[in-house]
Every structure is written in C-alpha cells, then in structure tokens.
Nanobody, 120 residues
Framework: QVQLVESGGGLVQPGGSLRLSCAAS????????MAWYRQAPGQQRELVAG???????NYADSVKGRFTISRDNAKNTVYLQMNSLKPEDTALYYC??????????????WGQGTQVTVSS
C-alpha cells in the first residue's frame, strides 16, 4: 500500500516562511516526479511546483522567486520551502507523486493535504 504523507502546514503571518514535507512510503520501485498542488476554497486545484527524478523544476508564476521545491531521492521525500508568504497563498496543499509500484507503469498518487493559512 502506497501512501504520501504531508506535514509542515500551519498558520503564519504575511512575510513569514513555512516548509512542507511529503514522504512517499510503501512498495515503490521508482519515483518519476513529485509535485505540490494547492486548492483554495471555491477554486480549482492548481500546480504550485514540480520536480522530476533528474531534478528539473517548474513553478507557477505566482510563486516564482518565493517558493523552492526540492527532493531527497533516497527518502522518497519532496519538500516545499515557502518564503515571503502572502494571504493569497492560503490553501490546502497537496503532494502528488507519479510512481512505479510494479509493472513499470507510472501511476499518480495524492496525499491527504496540509493546510497553509497566511494571516495577521
């Protein structure tokens, strides 16, 4: 059974920082890519940042220069360092992993989400 477990969310003041973590566990043969998405109330889920197995990254325009995605391949863990947080960053943040859990076919898995609230 494969699980993605996020941690690190919370309440922070505007201008503050948070670091999210997401660990993938279970019978995983290969991690193709991992990413962070977010969903604010009444809005669609959107991609925040992604990272490939080779370390290539991409970011939403709204977070470029403020957020940094990284991964530890040995631990099947992805991180999201969020700096200079704004109230509009408030959302439920989800971890996504594209994994090979057997058979050589990439499959998408989601974590349960962690709440980030930016407010004074």
């Amino acid at each position: 059974q494969v699980q993605l477990v996020e941690s690190g969310g919370g309440l922070v003041q505007p201008g503050g920082s948070l670091r999210l973590s997401c660990a993938a566990s279970g019978s995983i043969f290969r991690v193709y890519s991992m990413a962070w998405y977010r969903q604010a109330p009444g809005q669609q889920r959107e991609l925040v940042a992604g990272i490939t197995s080779g370390g290539s990254t991409n970011y939403a325009d709204s977070v470029k220069g403020r957020f940094t995605i990284s991964r530890d391949n040995a631990k099947n863990t992805v991180y999201l360092q969020m700096n200079s947080l704004k109230p509009e960053d408030t959302a439920l943040y989800y971890c996504n992993g594209v994994l090979d859990v057997g058979g050589g076919r990439p499959t998408s898995y989601w974590g349960q989400g962690t709440q980030v609230t930016v407010s004074s």
